[in-house]
Protein backbone atom coordinates (compact mmCIF):
# COMPACT_ATOMS: atom_id res chain seq x y z
CA UNK A 1 0.00 0.00 0.00
CA UNK A 2 1.32 3.23 -1.04
CA UNK A 3 2.01 6.20 1.58
CA UNK A 4 2.99 9.37 1.70
CA UNK A 5 4.59 11.54 4.11
CA UNK A 6 5.56 15.26 4.04
CA UNK A 7 8.65 16.43 5.50
CA UNK A 8 9.74 20.37 6.43
CA UNK A 9 9.75 22.95 8.44
CA UNK A 10 6.89 24.35 9.95
CA UNK A 11 7.76 28.05 10.03
CA UNK A 12 9.40 30.02 7.73
CA UNK A 13 10.25 33.80 7.88
CA UNK A 14 8.86 36.16 5.06
CA UNK A 15 10.76 36.42 1.93
CA UNK A 16 12.54 32.79 2.48
CA UNK A 17 12.14 30.04 0.63
CA UNK A 18 10.61 27.10 1.89
CA UNK A 19 11.81 23.72 0.66
CA UNK A 20 9.40 20.67 1.75
CA UNK A 21 9.69 16.81 0.44
CA UNK A 22 7.49 14.10 0.04
CA UNK A 23 8.71 10.49 0.87
CA UNK A 24 7.04 7.87 -1.25
CA UNK A 25 6.81 4.07 0.43
CA UNK A 26 5.22 0.78 -0.89
CA UNK A 27 5.10 1.56 -4.46
CA UNK A 28 7.19 3.37 -7.08
CA UNK A 29 7.69 6.81 -8.76
CA UNK A 30 6.37 5.83 -12.16
CA UNK A 31 4.44 6.53 -13.70
CA UNK A 32 2.46 8.55 -11.53
CA UNK A 33 1.87 12.40 -11.83
CA UNK A 34 3.36 13.93 -8.40
CA UNK A 35 1.32 16.48 -7.01
CA UNK A 36 1.40 19.36 -3.83
CA UNK A 37 -1.89 21.24 -3.41
CA UNK A 38 -2.37 23.52 -0.02
CA UNK A 39 -4.91 24.28 2.07
CA UNK A 40 -4.95 28.24 3.62
CA UNK A 41 -6.67 27.83 7.23
CA UNK A 42 -10.58 27.90 7.14
CA UNK A 43 -10.06 27.91 3.07
CA UNK A 44 -10.48 24.93 0.67
CA UNK A 45 -8.00 23.55 -1.80
CA UNK A 46 -5.32 25.17 -3.86
CA UNK A 47 -3.23 23.28 -6.39
CA UNK A 48 0.53 24.30 -6.44
CA UNK A 49 1.16 22.14 -9.50
CA UNK A 50 3.00 18.77 -10.55
CA UNK A 51 5.61 16.89 -11.86
CA UNK A 52 5.13 13.58 -14.51
CA UNK A 53 7.60 11.55 -16.06
CA UNK A 54 10.42 12.24 -13.93
CA UNK A 55 11.12 16.10 -15.26
CA UNK A 56 8.06 17.27 -16.82
CA UNK A 57 5.92 19.88 -14.94
CA UNK A 58 3.11 21.92 -14.69
CA UNK A 59 2.70 25.13 -12.18
CA UNK A 60 -0.61 26.50 -10.71
CA UNK A 61 -0.04 30.17 -12.91
CA UNK A 62 -0.64 32.28 -9.61
CA UNK A 63 2.15 30.55 -8.30
CA UNK A 64 4.64 29.67 -10.96
CA UNK A 65 7.23 32.15 -10.46
CA UNK A 66 8.00 31.56 -7.44
CA UNK A 67 7.69 27.04 -7.57
CA UNK A 68 9.90 24.31 -8.57
CA UNK A 69 8.68 21.03 -8.33
CA UNK A 70 11.53 17.96 -8.58
CA UNK A 71 11.54 14.41 -8.71
CA UNK A 72 14.69 12.31 -7.23
CA UNK A 73 13.51 8.57 -8.58
CA UNK A 74 16.96 7.06 -6.18
CA UNK A 75 15.21 7.96 -3.33
CA UNK A 76 11.34 7.90 -3.94
CA UNK A 77 10.82 11.13 -3.23
CA UNK A 78 9.93 14.81 -4.64
CA UNK A 79 9.87 18.02 -3.41
CA UNK A 80 8.22 21.45 -3.19
CA UNK A 81 10.47 24.91 -3.03
CA UNK A 82 8.50 28.03 -2.60
CA UNK A 83 10.49 31.21 -2.88
CA UNK A 84 9.27 34.71 -1.71
CA UNK A 85 7.14 33.97 1.24
CA UNK A 86 4.87 36.10 2.79
CA UNK A 87 1.97 35.20 5.12
CA UNK A 88 -0.53 34.31 2.24
CA UNK A 89 1.28 31.32 2.16
CA UNK A 90 0.44 29.83 5.55
CA UNK A 91 -1.43 26.99 4.72
CA UNK A 92 -1.40 23.15 5.47
CA UNK A 93 0.60 21.59 2.78
CA UNK A 94 -0.06 17.91 1.17
CA UNK A 95 1.67 16.08 -1.46
CA UNK A 96 -0.78 13.53 -3.69
CA UNK A 97 -0.40 10.82 -6.46
CA UNK A 98 -1.52 11.56 -9.38
CA UNK A 99 -3.56 8.81 -10.98
CA UNK A 100 -3.12 9.17 -14.91
CA UNK A 101 -5.76 8.32 -16.95
CA UNK A 102 -7.11 8.96 -20.50
CA UNK A 103 -10.48 10.41 -21.18
CA UNK A 104 -12.35 11.67 -24.01
CA UNK A 105 -13.77 15.12 -24.31
CA UNK A 106 -17.55 16.01 -25.78
CA UNK A 107 -15.49 16.59 -29.24
CA UNK A 108 -14.27 12.38 -28.68
CA UNK A 109 -10.59 13.63 -28.61
CA UNK A 110 -8.72 11.95 -26.21
CA UNK A 111 -7.22 14.09 -23.03
CA UNK A 112 -4.43 12.33 -20.30
CA UNK A 113 -5.03 13.81 -17.37
CA UNK A 114 -5.24 12.46 -13.72
CA UNK A 115 -7.18 12.30 -10.21
CA UNK A 116 -5.55 11.77 -6.77
CA UNK A 117 -5.95 8.28 -5.71
CA UNK A 118 -3.04 8.86 -2.35
CA UNK A 119 -2.64 11.46 -0.04
CA UNK A 120 0.31 12.63 2.55
CA UNK A 121 -1.46 13.45 5.82
CA UNK A 122 -0.18 17.30 5.22
CA UNK A 123 2.06 19.45 7.24
CA UNK A 124 1.46 23.08 8.59
CA UNK A 125 3.58 26.03 7.08
CA UNK A 126 3.71 29.21 9.23
CA UNK A 127 4.68 32.56 7.46
CA UNK A 128 4.17 35.05 10.17
CA UNK A 129 3.38 38.51 8.87
CA UNK B 1 -13.20 32.48 -6.90
CA UNK B 2 -13.18 28.83 -7.83
CA UNK B 3 -13.49 27.79 -11.41
CA UNK B 4 -15.69 25.07 -10.39
CA UNK B 5 -18.96 25.85 -7.93
CA UNK B 6 -20.13 24.38 -5.50
CA UNK B 7 -22.52 25.23 -2.18
CA UNK B 8 -21.04 26.35 0.60
CA UNK B 9 -23.00 23.95 2.76
CA UNK B 10 -25.77 21.55 2.88
CA UNK B 11 -27.26 19.44 5.34
CA UNK B 12 -29.36 16.33 6.33
CA UNK B 13 -30.92 14.36 8.63
CA UNK B 14 -29.02 10.78 9.58
CA UNK B 15 -30.71 8.55 6.70
CA UNK B 16 -31.97 10.75 4.21
CA UNK B 17 -30.14 12.09 1.09
CA UNK B 18 -28.30 14.87 0.25
CA UNK B 19 -26.89 15.74 -3.09
CA UNK B 20 -23.99 18.42 -3.69
CA UNK B 21 -23.52 20.18 -7.00
CA UNK B 22 -20.92 21.11 -8.95
CA UNK B 23 -20.98 23.26 -11.43
CA UNK B 24 -18.41 24.49 -14.29
CA UNK B 25 -18.31 25.43 -17.64
CA UNK B 26 -18.33 24.72 -21.27
CA UNK B 27 -14.44 24.61 -20.91
CA UNK B 28 -14.28 21.96 -17.88
CA UNK B 29 -17.28 19.87 -16.60
CA UNK B 30 -19.51 20.83 -20.02
CA UNK B 31 -16.54 19.45 -22.43
CA UNK B 32 -17.17 16.10 -20.96
CA UNK B 33 -14.05 16.26 -19.17
CA UNK B 34 -14.29 13.88 -15.87
CA UNK B 35 -14.91 15.15 -12.49
CA UNK B 36 -13.61 13.74 -9.25
CA UNK B 37 -14.77 13.89 -6.05
CA UNK B 38 -12.92 14.18 -2.64
CA UNK B 39 -14.01 13.94 1.59
CA UNK B 40 -12.15 15.94 3.79
CA UNK B 41 -12.74 14.77 7.54
CA UNK B 42 -12.45 17.50 9.53
CA UNK B 43 -8.54 17.68 10.70
CA UNK B 44 -7.59 14.65 8.16
CA UNK B 45 -6.43 14.81 4.22
CA UNK B 46 -8.81 14.62 1.46
CA UNK B 47 -9.57 11.28 0.15
CA UNK B 48 -10.53 10.30 -3.31
CA UNK B 49 -14.06 9.50 -3.36
CA UNK B 50 -15.47 9.31 -6.53
CA UNK B 51 -13.25 9.30 -10.02
CA UNK B 52 -14.43 9.94 -13.52
CA UNK B 53 -17.70 10.83 -12.12
CA UNK B 54 -19.60 7.52 -10.46
CA UNK B 55 -16.42 5.03 -10.01
CA UNK B 56 -16.09 4.65 -6.40
CA UNK B 57 -12.76 3.40 -5.16
CA UNK B 58 -12.12 -0.04 -2.75
CA UNK B 59 -13.76 0.70 0.06
CA UNK B 60 -15.78 3.31 -0.61
CA UNK B 61 -19.95 2.57 0.19
CA UNK B 62 -21.97 2.49 -2.50
CA UNK B 63 -23.91 5.05 -0.70
CA UNK B 64 -22.16 7.60 -2.55
CA UNK B 65 -22.26 8.10 -6.29
CA UNK B 66 -21.72 10.69 -8.90
CA UNK B 67 -23.47 11.73 -12.00
CA UNK B 68 -23.46 14.90 -14.66
CA UNK B 69 -25.68 16.85 -16.68
CA UNK B 70 -24.55 19.23 -18.98
CA UNK B 71 -21.97 21.98 -17.23
CA UNK B 72 -22.87 20.32 -13.98
CA UNK B 73 -21.65 17.47 -12.00
CA UNK B 74 -22.91 15.93 -8.61
CA UNK B 75 -22.64 14.00 -5.43
CA UNK B 76 -25.07 11.65 -3.96
CA UNK B 77 -25.00 10.61 -0.54
CA UNK B 78 -27.55 8.15 0.29
CA UNK B 79 -28.12 6.87 3.91
CA UNK B 80 -26.55 9.32 5.57
CA UNK B 81 -24.53 8.39 8.28
CA UNK B 82 -23.08 11.09 10.98
CA UNK B 83 -19.80 9.60 10.18
CA UNK B 84 -20.41 11.30 6.59
CA UNK B 85 -19.62 15.31 8.27
CA UNK B 86 -16.85 16.36 6.57
CA UNK B 87 -15.93 18.89 3.49
CA UNK B 88 -16.22 17.37 -0.02
CA UNK B 89 -14.35 18.78 -2.98
CA UNK B 90 -14.72 18.61 -6.63
CA UNK B 91 -12.07 18.91 -9.55
CA UNK B 92 -12.48 18.73 -13.17
CA UNK B 93 -10.00 19.91 -15.94
CA UNK B 94 -10.53 22.98 -17.74
CA UNK B 95 -9.22 23.29 -21.29
CA UNK B 96 -8.87 26.64 -21.49
CA UNK B 97 -6.56 26.88 -18.74
CA UNK B 98 -4.93 23.98 -19.67
CA UNK B 99 -5.12 23.62 -15.73
CA UNK B 100 -6.79 21.00 -13.17
CA UNK B 101 -9.42 23.73 -11.37
CA UNK B 102 -11.01 22.60 -7.93
CA UNK B 103 -14.24 23.18 -6.50
CA UNK B 104 -14.28 25.59 -3.41
CA UNK B 105 -15.61 22.88 -1.04
CA UNK B 106 -18.97 21.71 0.61
CA UNK B 107 -19.50 21.22 3.83
CA UNK B 108 -22.20 18.65 5.12
CA UNK B 109 -23.44 18.78 8.41
CA UNK B 110 -25.24 15.99 9.38
CA UNK B 111 -28.03 17.32 11.42
Known amino acids: QVQLQESGPGLVKPSETLSLTCSVS????????WIWIRQPPGKGLEWIGY???????HYNPSLESRVTISVDTFKNQFSLKLRSLTAADTAVYFC???????????????????????WGKGTTVTVPS | QSVLTQPPSVSGAPGQRVTISCTGTSSNIGADYDVHWYQQLPGTAPKLLIY???NRPSGVPDRFSGSKSGTSASLAITGLQAEDEADYYCQSYDSSLSDMVFGGGTKLTVL
Open chain 1, 26 to 33: GGSISPYY
Open chain 1, 51 to 57: VYDSETT
Open chain 2, 52 to 54: AYN
Open chain 1, 96 to 118: ARGFPYTGYDLSGASYHFHYMDV
